[in-house]
């Protein structure tokens, strides 16, 4: 295969935009004597004009190798062992050209050469060695696949994927069926870059999407909630919700909220989460913090509420109710996209302090202003209040409390009424016209 080289100053190329630390590696591995380029979505996304979230470096030295050039490296990983390399507080990745053992006319050597043990240090542990060309075709799309060498300027092309950036086309390298296949977390990484970079996907992707969608079942839980992060903490959230909703992946990473949102037809349920999408999106590009938790918080409020209820109407007493929907809801989340405690714990806070937040009890309106949990929970009040389930003068009420101290706080919280509840009556239907969602039966167990 012979390469396409550009220079890069012939695309309005960003240089000031790499970070110095990937640069000096870059540097030091050639300086070295071995090949050093930035690699995949970083020179993707320099190319689109976009500034990249991080930077990849990769190289023919072996990870010892590497490890001896720099003074701050470690390496890292047991299946694939990769090199972090430190400089001015900033962390590169520096990874071995790799081939893909299943796939490419080399196939049959390495399989050989892998029973047959290490020889010739091609292939150690699971690290199937390769050369660049190797390290190309192994990686997923086209345009996640651009060499850029710092020192030529110039970005090199196996596989035409500086032609699909210019189209904003997203192409995979090989069979879409068989790349998805080997690896189907690769379907969601088509629908972020569609909603993040706005590469339209080739149709017998998006086909095969629609065909193989079940390939996710297979994924670890654990992974998922990496990916799931990557789609709605990067400002293209509500994009990305579209997406997943359109090809059927949402079914399967968050399938008690779409079973909700079917079932019940919930258009209100819906625009709460849009609406939520639109507030994180908003956050993100404005610099401002965002947790995992509050995502989790909206994505799965809908089925803990009809849980919550359902276990009301069997007599259960409140707080027993709330505790065992919350685990059950949880329990069976984590059984598709895994959910940590560090992020399941704040969203049941934020669930629990929604009932403290509506009855405004004069004595507990102290402690719940200062709850670490109180912020989180009075946007997801918002949030509430936008849908009609609670009044927007409840709302108002908790805005205005905020914003005065000492007397001021005192003289509003006396005009409380003591004991007097004021929730709004809901505009929700009642439990008993809605159907059970799942019966809070973890996914898969029947
Ligand atoms: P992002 O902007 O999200 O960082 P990215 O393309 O850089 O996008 P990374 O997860 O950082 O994604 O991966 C870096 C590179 O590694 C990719 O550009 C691609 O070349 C390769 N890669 C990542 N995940 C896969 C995968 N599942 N299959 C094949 N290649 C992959
Ligand atoms: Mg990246």
Known sequence: MKPTHYQSSEFGFDRQRISRAALQ???????????????????????????????????????????????????????FRLVHVRYHGEMVEVATYRADPNRGGKKKWLKWAKNKTSNSGRITDDN????????????????????????????????GGVADINNHCLKMIG?????????????????????????????????????????LED????????EVLKMFHHAHGIS??????????????FGQTIEVLE?????????????????????????????????????LWGPFSVRHRQLCVENKNTMQAFHQASDEVFAAQS????????????????????????RRRPRTIRAILENRRFRAAYDFLLLRARIGEVGQDLVDWW????????????????????????????????????????????????
């Open 25 to 79: 590696v870059v540097d030091g591995l050639q300086s070295a004597g071995f090949d050093g380029y930035l690699v995949g979505g970083c020179v993707r996304d320099l190319l689109l004009g976009k500034v990249p979230k991080d930077f990849d470096v990769t190289t023919n030295a072996r990870p010892e190798q590497v490890k001896k050039i720099f003074d701050r490296a470690r390496i890292i990983g047991r299946r």
């Open 128 to 159: 199937v060695y390769g050369d660049i060309e190797d390290d190309a075709v192994r990686r997923d799309f086209t345009v996640n696949a651009l060499y850029y060498d710092p020192t030529s300027e110039q970005v090199i092309d196996y596989l």
């Open 175 to 215: 069979n879409p069926a068989d790349r998805f296949a080997e690896d189907p977390v690769r379907m969601l990484r088509v629908l972020r870059f569609k909603a993040k970079l706005g590469l339209e996907p080739e149709p017998s992707l998006v086909e095969a999407i629609r065909k193989h969608r079940m390939l």
């Open 219 to 226: 994924v670890p839980a654990a992974r998922l909630f990496d």
């Open 240 to 253: 990305s919700w579209h997406e997943l909703r359109q090809t059927g992946l949402a079914q399967l990473l």
């Open 263 to 299: 079932q019940e037809n919930d258009r209100d349920y819906e625009q709460f989460i849009l609406s939520a999408l639109e507030n994180t999106d908003r956050r993100i590009s404005q610099d401002k913090p965002v947790i995992p938790a509050f995502l989790f918080a909206v994505f």
């Open 335 to 358: 059984l598709q996209v895994s959910v940590p405690r560090r992020v399941s714990t704040p969203a049941i806070e934020i669930w629990e302090l929604q009932s403290a937040l509506e």
């Open 399 to 446: 805005t205005r409390i905020q914003d005065v101290n000492g007397e001021g706080r005192d003289k509003i919280i006396s005009q409380l009424a003591p004991g007097k509840s004021t929730r709004r009556s809901r505009k929700r239907r009642s439990p008993r016209k809605r159907k059970p969602v799942s019966g809070g039966e973890p996914r898969g167990s029947s």
